[in-house]
């Protein structure tokens, strides 16, 4: 119950295609989803976070779009470029505790 | 922008040794977290504390594992004795305590045990 489970494990894209990175939780409990981004050599850092109270949050070329019926959340990345070649990393926050649980990662290229 | 400070970046020790590594987390964070990610994995949760206490060490290996954070400041983590499988980048991370508020991370401790 506790699992977030992500996909997929890689992803290659080409410059100026859109990457989506899929993510899917069972714990009702969750109530904050914030996606993460990690270059090699360097902790996670927040990229963008949605509540379940709205269906698709934009930041930039960033977009999170969230599913509660599903209970699932993706993460679209508009006209990729060779800079956001990374790491990616769903996670889930429960109410009260602030615990997070992360996703397994999705590692994205993006080809010149 | 603040940082939370972890060092060493790099550790290599030999297994049954003992090791530490240390976590300065962003001022006024009172929550703060131990992770370990293991190659190609996300990050596990150790332990997570609420200023000096800990909130959740529900899979912190305690036969091997400890963590302090004795002034709700900083806090040390403590391998003894080290173990080949415990070979991971062990990440420190603070927040506020609000739900809403995202964790921040160091660039964390990679630890390789021979």
């Known amino acids: 119950q506790q699992q977030v489970k992500q996909s997929p494990q890689s992803l290659i894209v080409q410059k100026g295609g859109i990457s989506i990175i899929n993510c899917a939780y069972e714990n009702t409990a969750f109530d904050y989803f914030p996606w993460y981004q990690q270059f090699p050599g360097k902790g996670p850092a927040l990229l963008i976070a949605?509540?379940?109270?709205?269906s698709e949050k934009k930041e930039g070329r960033f977009t999170i779009s969230f599913n509660k019926s599903a209970k699932q959340f993706s993460l679209h990345i508009m006209d990729s470029q060779p800079g956001d070649s990374a790491t990616y990393f769903c996670?889930?926050?429960?109410?009260?505790?602030?615990?997070?649980?992360f996703g397994a990662g999705t590692r994205l290229f993006v080809k010149a | 922008e603040a940082e939370v400070a972890q060092s060493p970046r790099y550790k290599i020790t030999e297994k049954s040794q003992a090791v530490a590594f240390w976590c300065d987390p962003i001022?006024?964070?009172?929550?703060l977290y131990w992770y370990r990610q293991i190659l190609g994995q996300g990050p596990e949760l150790l332990v997570q504390f609420q200023d000096e206490s800990v909130v959740d060490d529900s899979q912190l290996p305690k036969d091997r594992f400890s963590a302090e954070r004795l002034k709700g400041v900083d806090s040390t983590l403590k391998i003894q004795p080290a173990e080949l499988g415990d070979s991971a980048m062990y990440l420190c991370?603070?927040?506020?305590?609000?739900?809403?508020?995202?964790?921040?991370f160091g660039n964390g401790t990679r630890l390789t045990v021979t």
């Open positions: 001022s006024g964070h009172a929550t």
């Open positions: 949605i509540r379940p109270d709205v």
């Open positions: 991370a603070s927040s506020l305590e609000d739900s809403g508020s995202p964790l921040h």
């Open positions: 996670a889930a926050r429960n109410t009260g505790g602030f615990k997070t649980i």
